[in-house]
Nanobody, 126 residues
């Protein structure tokens, strides 16, 4: 059984940093995507960053976080990270980890097709 557990959220002031972690247990498909999404109440879940987990796999970012956020993984520990720097109030939201995209591979930041999801960790920037 696959489980994704996020941690690292919290409350920070604008300009601060947070590092989110997502521990993946169970077996997921090799050479596939892992991603971070965020959601605020009343709005759709938005893709923030995605990583293709293969040799020389690419990272993908939504425009608003480019240059500030970095997605990475520790494959040995089956953990995915999201380093978030220079945070702004617009980054506030519940952040979800997702893994194994089964559809729409050409849209890694689309939530469609991600098979496994965590329960989220809250990030609040003031």
């Amino acid at each position: 059984q696959v489980q994704l557990v996020e941690s690292g959220g919290g409350s920070v002031q604008a300009g601060g940093s947070l590092r989110l972690s997502c521990v993946v247990t169970g077996h997921t498909a090799d050479q596939n995507f892992v991603a971070w999404f965020r959601q605020i109440p009343g709005k759709e879940r938005q893709g923030v960053a995605a990583l293709l987990v293969v040799l020389r796999g690419g990272a993908y970012y939504t425009d608003s976080v480019k240059g500030r956020f970095t997605i990475s993984q520790d494959s040995a520990k089956k953990t995915v990270f999201l380093q978030m720097n220079n945070l702004s109030p617009d980054d506030t939201g519940m952040y979800y980890c997702a893994a194994e995209k089964t559809d729409d591979w050409h849209l890694p930041l689309s939530s469609a097709g991600y098979k496994f999801w965590g329960r989220g960790t809250q990030v609040t920037v003031s």
